[in-house]
């Protein structure tokens, strides 16, 4: 019924929007996942997503222990209605919680620290599924996620400043792992079941009043099969 559905609604949406989709689904990961620990700078947060819809991330882990977590929509010019946002608000470690789910699918817990021993970025390996941390703001990564990590990942700097911008990191640890990753054998792209849910998840989010077209599409299905 779902591709049914879909090829009702793409009457609802350009050609070139629709190409657009199906272009995009062919760069579209869950091999790696962006986690952001209690960011509360909205333009942070706003760019990150941004970055992760350019660069083919398609879930982010958005964890909340003190701080909201809020989108300032002119940064993150409509790229969080493109992506799957996982939060964790509800327990009493939203941290530990998010690791432990993302350890239960298969991930590997890498956390970003630009004090912590580790890889430099060039050198991680991406032939398993990893998970990447980033930590609030002023300090960083939370003491939960440095001791539950894999691995620690760090950008080389070589001037006076201690750190990079989140947003700024982000989108240098993405740059440089997906196109190692893309250049790998391993098989990073998400399944057709998985390309034909987000195709109606994206038709849906680009078409106005898509509720009443829906119901439309579900009574005339139903008319179609009382009259066979």
């Not at 009457?11 to 199906?22: G, L, N």
């Not at 390996?125 to 539950?148: C, H, N, Y």
């Not at 196109?179 to 057709?192: A, E, G, M, R």
Request: one cysteine or more; hydrophobic letters at 40%; proline letters at 3%.
């Amino acid at each position: 019924m779902s591709k049914e559905l879909i090829n009702y609604l793409s009457q609802f949406v350009s050609e070139t929007r629709r190409a657009k989709m199906d272009e995009v689904l062919k760069y579209r990961t869950r091999h790696i996942t962006l986690v952001l620990e209690d960011l509360y700078q909205p333009h942070n947060a706003s760019a990150v997503l941004r970055s992760c819809d350019i660069f083919g991330i398609q879930d982010i882990h958005i964890i909340e222990n003190k701080n909201a977590y809020t989108v300032n929509k002119d940064i993150a010019m409509g790229s969080p209605k493109w992506l799957n946002l996982h939060k964790y608000r509800n327990a009493e470690n939203n941290s530990l919680a998010c690791i432990q789910s993302l350890k239960e699918s298969g991930y590997r817990i890498v956390a970003t620290s630009p004090h912590k021993n580790g890889y430099e970025l060039k050198d991680l390996p991406v032939d398993k599924p990893l998970a990447l941390f980033f930590g609030t703001e002023l300090t960083g990564i939370s003491d939960t996620v440095r001791e539950q990590a894999d691995d620690f990942v760090m950008i080389p700097m070589y001037g006076f400043t201690e750190s990079f911008n989140i947003s700024v990191s982000a989108a240098l640890c993405l740059h440089s792992l997906v196109q190692k990753l893309h250049q790998t054998p391993v098989d990073w792209h998400i399944s057709d079941e998985e390309k034909e849910a987000l195709t109606l998840h994206w038709l849906r989010k680009s078409i106005a009043r898509v509720e009443l077209i829906e119901k439309d599409f579900l009574q005339k299905n139903g008319i179609a099969s009382e009259s066979k």
